[in-house]
């Protein structure tokens, strides 16, 4: 975006409904989450690089593959990331790992972790007749 398509977007922010101004709250939070999640599974790579196929070091960076770093090892050839070799290796939407753990760590139910995460909304939830159940963690149909 140039400089001046961003000006003239920032100033048509005054005219924005509640609603528009919520979703861009939102998309702003859920991207800032997003970052700081990458960047805490970037801290696993160590200065020395090592490779997790044969533990040599100083393997050097090749660009980024699914929003992560990716390294490949000088001695062995194989390419890796800061999850090769873990058990979180190959699993989606490490943009909203932080959120999840967060709604782990306060026990949150399945819904409310879903809706701090993103993959329902609270609206699409009263439509469904979903509640939260705070005791049990689990979704209950409304009777
Ligand atoms: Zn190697």
Redesign the pocket.
């Known amino acids: 975006m140039t400089n001046q398509s961003f000006q003239s977007w920032l100033a048509g922010l005054d005219r924005l409904s509640a609603a528009q101004w919520s979703q861009l709250q939102q998309a702003v939070q859920e991207r800032s989450e997003g970052a700081a999640a990458v960047a805490a599974i970037e801290l696993q790579i160590d200065t020395e690089r090592r490779?997790?196929?044969?533990?040599?070091g100083g393997?050097v960076r090749r660009g980024t593959t699914r929003g992560l770093r990716r390294y490949s090892?000088?001695?062995?050839?194989?390419t890796?990331n800061a999850l090769s070799g873990t058990a979180l290796s190959g699993l989606h939407h490490k943009e909203r790992w932080l959120a999840l753990g967060r709604s782990l760590v306060e026990r949150e139910s399945v819904l409310r972790s879903a809706q701090r995460c993103s993959w329902v909304d609270g609206a699409a939830a009263a439509a469904t007749g979903l509640a939260p159940s705070p005791i049990t963690g689990c979704v209950k149909a409304r009777a």
């Open positions: 490779c997790p196929h044969c533990q040599a393997a090892c000088k001695r062995c050839g194989k890796f």
